[in-house]
């Protein structure tokens, strides 16, 4: 079967570092996405790795090893509007998105 | 980035009527178009896919009579819950891929729909 996990919850104190892992396992693979969710609103798109490695975007970084089946989304200098759901999903071969439970942020002064 | 449009936002509705949901692309041309649903501190479950001009593929445990997903043009699919009782109130949000690209899906704001 297809399976996504991450950790159900997370807590970080602002200004700090937080890393977000998920692992996978899908019958195929067309990429990983990266979302962050709000409460009450729809996912808004974060990032997308395809090829092994590091892609970097301001305060958000996201990793990617196929081999391990495994990514992880790094954020930087965490401020309180980071508080959040950040969903992981996985494109299968079939170029649908399976995605995982989400990991909600908690952000502390 | 492109744009995606739902409509209505929040709709309160009476148990045994039908709500109809639209989700339009409004730069782009969306060949297929997704259906999600999210009950609260829970993720998206996809309900189901619609391609324009084809009959929707619906997901296990989806009764496709109940939602009614119609795709007439490439900018418009609509989702239309049936007979609608309370434990069909959720979050509903609709996504749209460009044709010309596979990899990405561009995400509406979401209907909250609640019955009474």
């Known amino acids: 079967g297809q399976n996504i996990d991450q950790p159900t919850e997370m807590t970080a104190t602002e200004g700090a570092i937080v890393q977000i892992n998920c692992t996978y396992q899908?019958?195929?693979?067309?990429?990983l996405f990266w979302y962050q969710q709000h409460a009450g609103e729809a996912p808004t798109f974060l990032s997308y790795?395809?090829l092994d490695g590091l892609e970097e975007k301001g305060r958000f970084s996201s990793f990617l090893s196929r081999s391990k089946g495994y990514s992880y989304l790094l954020l930087k200098e965490l401020q309180m509007k980071d508080s959040a759901s950040y969903l992981c999903?996985?494109?299968?071969?079939?170029?649908?998105?399976?995605w995982g439970a989400g990991t909600k942020l908690i952000i502390k002064p | 980035g492109a744009v995606v449009s739902q409509h209505p936002s929040r709709v309160i509705c009476k148990s045994g009527t039908s709500v109809k949901i639209e989700c339009r692309s409004l730069?782009?041309?969306?060949?297929?178009m997704f259906w999600y649903r999210q009950f609260p501190k829970k993720s998206l479950m996809l309900m189901a896919t619609?391609?324009?001009?084809?009959?929707?593929?619906?997901e296990q445990g989806v009764e496709k009579d109940k939602f009614l997903i119609n795709h007439a043009s490439l900018t418009l699919s609509t989702l239309t819950v049936t007979s609608a009782h309370p434990e069909d109130s959720s979050f509903y949000i609709c996504?749209?891929?460009?044709?010309?690209?596979?990899?990405?899906?561009?995400f509406g704001p979401g209907t909250r729909l609640t019955v009474l």
């Open positions: 996504s749209a891929r460009d044709g010309n690209e596979r990899n990405t899906q561009y």
């Open positions: 730069d782009f041309q969306a060949t297929t």
């Open positions: 619609s391609n324009e001009g084809s009959k929707a593929t619906y």
């Open positions: 899908t019958s195929g693979f067309n990429g």
């Open positions: 790795n395809v």
């Open positions: 999903a996985v494109m299968d071969s079939n170029y649908q998105l399976i």
